[in-house]
């Protein structure tokens, strides 16, 4: 795996690769950015070319090229691997499941669903899948835009796709985990998608994780997705995410739409990348997907009650993670499908719409004051009560401050008073949260000393300085160690991406903290000497408990008076 790595590295420049996520500006040798994980006005995010790192003196985020895509798109390291191999062009070999004795899970079940996937695709095509496509194509779809979703067709019987897979030798169990199949109360077993158009549903990576179906003979429900299962969440997931991010540089904006069938259309028009949620409200996880791309984000959705309670709902999130937000309004109610099957210039009558759209925060106003009225008090101040709710999780105060002009304008309230108001309840929203307590590194000093190991290779040999480690130890500190100990000759940029998925978030936070404070240090006489005082200090002061009391005991059956006192201070100060 290491060569796969070093491979990738030679390949993949950090500068590029940032350079595409984020507006990048050079600064003597190195880059710097806004950084793309925290929101800030002047740039703190620094790319260092010499080095291939990253690291932002605001967040304090830092690391490499596989650090930066696991942060950034939500991904495992094997993950943020497999991405960055395709962009360098690496094959990678074949992964040993990480317990040899037990089959490797998500590989069958992603044959399962690629099974499923394939399945559905031929019977569309077939003879039985001719109501499907008359459906589809009555919806305006083409040929090209059924083939790019790889739209199929779950033909209408009981057992289709079991029997299928049994006979490719797919166990039912795996069928179950990817809810392709169900289990009656009574023990019989029937394909979960019967008599439907099929839309495979795909994971950033564009890996098919679940399915959605509509159905061809008005039963309900309409829509049926697939249930919750290891590998697919909807609160989690967004149909066509894995393209609609790919367009981002050509277009500059998300839309945000209803269904399978307007994203498509927004495809085969070309007006932009779209997504849509997945049988739920948009969810602060979906905000979060799409804010890593920087990009305004426009809500299409259907003119009725319904859909103004999901763009509503959306607007406490947007609001939180500092999104741009705008709503777009079709003519006449219509959704987007239609609307753009209907227009004789789609792209010029859909940018007409966008140039229209207005504010999210705006657009609640307007609703509420449509809804509730705006001729008494009471009413203005319902609806402020509630729009001021809304800023609560915002993080930007000239944002803040834009939100209640409009506010003031739209309902002729005091603009002073409401900021006043809003400050209020900030001021009491801090007196009821717990304050919060010091940074405690209780472990930091091995950190530190296995970080500057790490870093430079002529340390390796002062590892015999550290006669264990701590028996509360977390375990990536032991799996650094040993690495460290069984690789002499591994480089940082080696060694960092193979342990940093055994992290957790906290811990990410602490081995990079003490990796940059390695980095940072000089070499010579004054790194020896901070290396050699951290040892000392370390192995005085993590002496574990039961090793002192084993002391303990052995001084006072001893008598010796002079060395029990010595242990018992020790006992002491290890409980500080």
Known sequence: MSDEITLIKARVDIIDLIGSYVQIKRSGRNFVACCPFHQEKSPSFTIFQDSQS????????????????????????????????????????????????????????????????????????????AQARAYLEARGFNDETLDLYKVGYAPDSFDAFLKHARSKGVPDDDLLQMGLIKKSDSGRIFDFFRN??????????????????????????????????????????LFNFHQARSQIKDFGFFLMMEGYTDVMMAEQAGVGPAVATLGTAMTEEHVRMLKRHQAPLYLVYDADQAGRRAMDRALPFVIKYGVETRVLALPDGQDPCDFLLKAKDPSSE?????????????????????????????????????????????????????????????????????????????????????????????????FFLLSICLQQKNYRSNLEELPHLPKDTTAP????????????????????????????????????????????????????????????????LKETPEDLNTQLEKAVNEGDKERQQEIWQKIVESRR
């Open 350 to 446: 859909w940018k007409a719409c966008m140039i229209e759209s207005k504010d999210a925060f705006v657009s609640k106003v307007e609703h509420l004051i449509q809804d509730k009225g705006n001729s008494s008090n009471e009413q203005k101040l319902s609806i402020a009560k509630i729009m001021l709710d809304d800023l609560k999780p915002n993080r930007d105060q000239l944002r803040e401050s834009v939100y209640l002009d409009s506010l003031s304008t739209l309902l002729g309230i005091d603009r002073q008073s409401l900021g006043m108001s809003r400050k209020q309840e900030e001021e009491t929203l801090q007196t009821k949260l717990p304050k919060a307590k010091p940074r405690d590194y209780p472990r930091n000093d091995a």
């Open 54 to 129: 990253f690291k932002c003196f605001g967040c304090q985020k830092g690391g490499d090229i596989f650090t930066f895509v696991m942060d950034h798109e939500g991904l495992s390291f094997p993950e943020a691997m497999e991405h960055l191999a395709r962009e360098a062009g690496v094959e990678l070999k074949p992964r040993q499941p990480r317990n040899p004795g037990q089959p490797n899970k998500e590989k069958a079940w992603k044959k399962a669903l690629n099974l499923a996937g394939h399945f559905f695709r031929e019977r569309f095509n077939s003879e039985e899948g």
């Open 196 to 237: 439907r158009v099929i839309f495979p549903v795909r994971n950033p990576q564009g890996q098919v994780i679940a399915f959605g179906g509509r159905v061809l003979d008005g039963s309900e429900p309409k829509y049926l997705n697939s249930p919750e299962t290891p590998l697919f969440s909807k609160t989690r997931t």
């Open 477 to 540: 500190g032991k799996v650094l160690l040993n690495w460290l100990q069984f690789n002499e000759d591994l480089e940082v940029d080696q060694a960092h991406p193979l342990f940093m998925e055994t992290l957790t978030a906290a811990e990410r936070t602490l081995f990079l903290d003490a990796l940059s404070e390695a980095e940072s240090l000089p070499l010579g006489e004054t790194l020896k000497q901070l290396f050699q005082e951290k040892v000392e200090q370390w192995v005085h």
